[in-house]
C-alpha cells in the first residue's frame, strides 16, 4: 500500500537558518504530494502541493519538488522564522482510483521549532 | 467563505458513551473525509462519504459510523467509547470532478475519560 516516511523531529533551529524535512513516499504510479502544516491547537493547512515529476510547490518561501526518480519530496525553506514554528506533515493521494479517491495518507510529522 | 466547521470544539465522554461530531463542507465541496489523529501521530483516515455514501472506508471498527446529509455536511458518530478513542478528530472537504486538495476544518478535540 501506499506509504509515507518523514523525519522525525523536534527539528530545533535559530531565526533565519535554513530547514529541510525529508519526505520519502512508497505508492504505484504518479501519487500527489502535499505539505500541510499545523499550528498548536489548530487543524491542518495546505502549505503547498505538486501533481506530477518534476514540479516544484512554492508558498510563503517553502519550496518541495516531485522528485520520482528518489520518490521524494522534501520540504525546504531558506530562512525561518520564529513564526513557522508549527508540526509539518507531508501527505500523498491518488485521485481517479477505486482505492483512493483523495484519501490522504500521512507522514507522522515533524515537529519545528525556530528560537529567537 | 467560511471554509470547513466542525462542531464541537472540544468534547468530554465517558467511556462507554456515544458521540456525534459534526462537520459542514466548504462551499462548492461535495465529498467529505474524517481522519483521527492521536497525540503525536499523523492523520489516519476514518472514511469518505460523497453523494451520501460512504466511498472508502480506513482501518477502523464498525463502532465508527458515518452519515452525509443532502446538503454535503457530514456526522461522524462513535459508540461504546474507548479511552483510545481520545484524539484530535478533523473532516476534510473536497471537489470529487476536480482531484483538487483537500481543506480541513480546525477539528474536534475529543477526550475519554
Known amino acids: 500500500g501506499n506509504s509515507v516516511t518523514q523525519m522525525e523531529g523536534p527539528v530545533t533551529l535559530s531565526e533565519e537558518a535554513f530547514l529541510t524535512i525529508n519526505c520519502t513516499y512508497t505508492?504505484?504510479?504518479?501519487?500527489?504530494l502535499f505539505w500541510y502544516v499545523q499550528y498548536p491547537g489548530e487543524g491542518l493547512q495546505l502549505l503547498l502541493k505538486?501533481?506530477?515529476?518534476?514540479d516544484k510547490g512554492s508558498n510563503k518561501g517553502f519550496e518541495a519538488t516531485y522528485r520520482k526518480e528518489t520518490t521524494s519530496f522534501h520540504l525546504e525553506k531558506g530562512s525561518v522564522q520564529v513564526s513557522d514554528s508549527a508540526v509539518y506533515f507531508c501527505a500523498l493521494t491518488k485521485w481517479g482510483s477505486t482505492d483512493s479517491w483523495g484519501k490522504l495518507q500521512f507522514g507522522a510529522g515533524t515537529q519545528v521549532v525556530v528560537t529567537p | 467563505d467560511a471554509g470547513v466547521t466542525q462542531s464541537p470544539t472540544h468534547l468530554i465522554k465517558t467511556r462507554g458513551q456515544q458521540v456525534t461530531l459534526r462537520c459542514s463542507p466548504k462551499s462548492g465541496h461535495d465529498t467529505v473525509s474524517w481522519y483521527q489523529q492521536a497525540l503525536g501521530q499523523g492523520p489516519q483516515f476514518i472514511f469518505q462519504?460523497?453523494?451520501?455514501?460512504?466511498?472508502q472506508r480506513g482501518n477502523f471498527p464498525d463502532r465508527f459510523s458515518g452519515h452525509q446529509f443532502p446538503n454535503y455536511s457530514s456526522e461522524l458518530n462513535v459508540n461504546a467509547l474507548l479511552l483510545g478513542d481520545s484524539a484530535l478528530y478533523l473532516c476534510?472537504?473536497?471537489?470529487?470532478?476536480?482531484?483538487?486538495?483537500?481543506?480541513f476544518g480546525q477539528g474536534t478535540r475529543l477526550t475519554v475519560v
Open positions: 505538486a501533481t506530477k515529476a518534476d
Open positions: 476534510a472537504s473536497s471537489q470529487s470532478d476536480r482531484g483538487t486538495e483537500a481543506f
Open positions: 462519504y460523497y453523494e451520501e455514501e460512504e466511498r
Open positions: 505508492a504505484t504510479g504518479y501519487p500527489s
